[in-house]
């Protein structure tokens, strides 16, 4: 439709019509002819009037459902305007791609974007037209089990996955019918919740936020998301959802968005917990004010929005901005000319779960994992050793993680089942030895004895899928004692231990590393996740996964990265070390860095150069290092480039992530990888929020980790 059509469109709605495209609710009401609201939907207070002229609905997915629901509505709907349906496609729709932290450890967004075109068209013809994905929330704390849906602790990585995501969803242009329109999330800061405690509040200066924390959701933007959600938490004392300098001033009218912004469930009716509004009639004045176009599962709009109009408090002007952003997201898909798009029951036969999708899926899953301790012991000789396989994650367990809404567990590859295809019958012993939580002596004995029959020992542990995700926060971050129980029982038999693992967080792995000969964290990997972890365990796909996100020594180091300032006093300087900063009983650094990982084959770097020792603030200049495979088989590395800003108008982090590449070499194969800096790679928020370069010393660093040693120093002058 033309867009000065939808002006006429919108010049004939009603006021409630134009409330009703303002409110989000679930599918459930439309599954009646005569939209019954009964049960818990009642419960939920979804008013009956709103159902007919919702103007979206989420969490309702299937060809057949959607296209029955959208034929129910607009039988109903007197100016014939589509539905939007919008779920939670977050690492895949059926198929599913490792959790977003996995994604993040792949440091290939390629991948990433691959994974979301795969996600994209599963969920497009299951009749989907938005997914509320991706989520770029910057985490530095592990306690928060929502750290599994981002990709981890830095802005430079989380702002080219943000891109990679957004692009891989929408695609070119929504003349592809598998192109779905994407949603970041959780504007703004929901990754830093005091305490690491789900929903709670988050203080920070408004120069912090600037410099570390909105630059992902920035990204997304500038990658064309058509859609941005609010996050729960306050944002300097002012929730997300009601927060007019959040929202308006800064997303709308200085970045320039002009799409629509939805809350998240349930959160603009939570302004009234939170303490900033009394009633729920404030609570909408609050929202709209913020310039919030879509209200997801609360009913502030439908109740009030019409008498704040009719009193003056809200323009009438802004309720039709609002419609508008709405409509025109609607005629982008194409929904006015055919509002079921791609949805089509015989496509999701032939494409959900299609050779093509698992291949990827495998694919991304072998890229995601980490191999973070090896004394030689992997890979396994699949001709020769016989092995135990052990733990509760051989077989059975969820391998998909949370958030795999239309995930099948069961459809997932388990160990088990792949290492008995690829083994010798005799070589493969298993036995559970304990469940995630607790064990029993019975258990422990069965995988002793099995253990003592072999010569290596596999032993598949980790958290449960619903330890991590939404309202999972932990205090203690190691894995369930059940599970060291078992490690330690079968250490005693003096065989090499391989320990992969299965979780959702950063854990404390201090057990685990003392314990193991190799660890592997496979995270929570995904339909092809027992194939994956299986192709690395023997050999047959080479490690290549870097951590996004710093493993503590202990929950209380947190929070810990490796970005972090230098201070006054640092310890690895200051020359009465009892005064310096530090702890007494645990040292200052993580147990695994950010960008740390192994490969079955060693890198070496050398000849670190620069194109010239000084530049001006409109030139640019080369930094070149050679990355040579030193040992016998050909491997991926993630090559990493930071930057220190010596002397700074505000303190500098003591390097940071300006770029990366991830490049394959033969054994013996070298090649030189090189990065441009730039005057825009240098700018910072400073003390009066301006941002800019300033002029002075830099050393940049590379190397295959961000705990890199090898440096050179530049000068930027003004001219
Ligand atoms: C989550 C969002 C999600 C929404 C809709 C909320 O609880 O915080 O990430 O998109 O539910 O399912
Ligand atoms: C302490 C101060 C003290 C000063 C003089 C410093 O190390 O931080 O609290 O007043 O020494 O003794």
Not at 363 to 382: I, T
Request: aromatic share 8%.
């Amino acid at each position: 439709m033309e867009n000065n059509k939808l002006i006429e469109l919108l010049n004939e709605m009603t006021v409630e019509e134009k409330i009703g495209q303002l409110s989000q609710i679930s599918g459930e009401p439309y599954a009646s002819e005569n939209f019954e609201i009964t049960g818990p939907l009642a419960e939920m207070g979804i008013p009956k009037k709103l159902v007919p002229i919702a103007g979206s609905i989420l969490g309702a997915s299937g060809a057949a459902a959607t296209k029955k629901i959208q034929e129910r509505y607009l039988k109903e709907s007197r100016l014939n305007i589509p539905l939007l349906f919008m779920a939670d496609v977050v690492h895949g729709y059926k198929t599913i791609f490792p959790i977003p932290l996995g994604i993040g450890a792949t440091w290939n967004t390629d991948l990433a974007k691959e994974s979301a075109r795969v996600s994209a068209i599963e969920a497009a013809v299951s009749g989907l037209h938005v997914t509320f994905s991706p989520m770029v929330d910057l985490v530095r704390d592990p306690r928060w089990g929502r750290v599994m849906e981002t990709t981890g602790e830095d802005k430079h990585l989380n702002e080219r996955f943000a891109e990679a995501f957004v692009h891989g969803y929408q695609g070119e242009n929504y003349s592809d019918p598998y192109a779905i329109a994407s949603c970041v999330k959780h504007f703004a800061a929901y990754g830093a919740p005091e305490g690491g405690r789900d929903y709670n509040t988050v203080n920070m200066s408004e120069r912090q936020l600037r410099e570390d924390y909105l630059s992902a959701y920035q990204a997304a933007i500038d990658a064309g998301t058509e859609l941005v959600m609010t996050s729960f938490n306050t944002v300097d004392g002012i929730p997300s959802s009601g927060n007019k300098w959040l929202l308006n001033d800064v997303l709308r009218k200085e970045w320039g968005f002009d799409g629509v912004i939805i809350s998240d469930w349930g959160a603009v009716k939570e302004l009234i917990p939170h303490g900033v509004a009394a009633d729920e009639k404030e609570v909408a004045l609050k929202a709209m004010t913020a310039t919030l176009d879509i209200e997801m599962m609360t009913f502030t709009y439908i109740r009030h929005l019409e008498e704040l109009i009719n009193e003056g408090k809200v323009s009438a002007k802004s309720l039709d901005e609002a419609v508008l952003r709405i409509l025109r997201l609607k005629n982008k898909l194409g929904l006015f000319e055919n509002p079921y798009r791609a949805a089509d029951a015989e496509k999701e036969k032939q494409l959900i779960f299609s050779d093509d999708h698992r291949e990827k899926a495998n694919r991304v899953a072998e890229e995601s994992m980490v191999l973070l301790k090896n004394n030689s012991v992997l890979p396994l000789d699949a001709q020769k050793q016989k092995i135990a396989l052990i733990g509760p994650f051989s077989k059975g367990e969820n391998m998909l993680g949370e958030w795999s809404w239309k995930g099948e567990p069961d459809s997932a590859s388990q160990i088990f089942d792949i290492m008995k295809e690829r083994l010798a019958p005799d070589q493969l012993l298993y036995a559970k030895g304990s469940e995630i939580k607790e064990t029993t002596e019975e258990l422990l004995k069965a995988a002793e004895e099995t253990a003592s029959g072999a010569d290596i020992i596999v032993l598949a542990l980790g958290e449960s899928a619903d330890m991590s995700g939404e309202a999972a926060s932990l205090t203690d971050i190691k894995l369930p004692p059940a599970q060291i129980d078992l490690l330690k029982r079968l250490s005693k038999l003096d065989k090499p231990i391989v320990t992969v693992l299965f979780n959702g967080r950063p854990l404390d792995l201090n057990d685990v590393e003392k314990y193991s000969d190799a660890i592997l964290e496979a995270w929570f990997p995904g339909t092809e996740g027992g194939q994956a972890v299986t192709n690395i365990l023997l050999g047959k796909t080479n490690p290549s996964g870097k951590l996004p996100m710093s493993f503590p020594e202990n929950v209380g180091q947190i929070p810990v990265y490796y970005n972090h300032f230098s201070t006054g006093r640092p310890v690895e300087t200051t020359t009465n070390r009892k005064y310096a900063s530090k702890y007494l009983d645990c040292s200052n650094y993580p147990k695994y860095a950010f960008g740390y990982g192994l490969s079955y084959t060693t890198f070496l770097y050398s000849e670190l150069t620069l194109s010239k020792e000084h530049m001006t603030k409109d030139e640019t200049l080369e930094v070149t290092i050679t990355v040579t495979n030193s040992g016998t088989v050909k491997g991926k590395e993630v090559v990493q480039f930071y930057v220190r800003d010596l002397v700074g108008e505000v303190v500098r982090p003591k390097r940071e992530l300006k770029g990366f590449e991830k490049i394959t070499l033969e054994p013996g194969e070298s090649k030189k990888v090189t990065f441009k800096v730039s005057t825009d790679m240098l700018r910072y928020v400073h003390s009066d929020l301006s941002v800019s370069a300033d002029t002075g010393e830099f050393e940049v660093f590379a190397g295959g980790s961000s705990l890199v040693t090898e440096s050179k120093k530049f000068l930027l002058k003004e001219q």
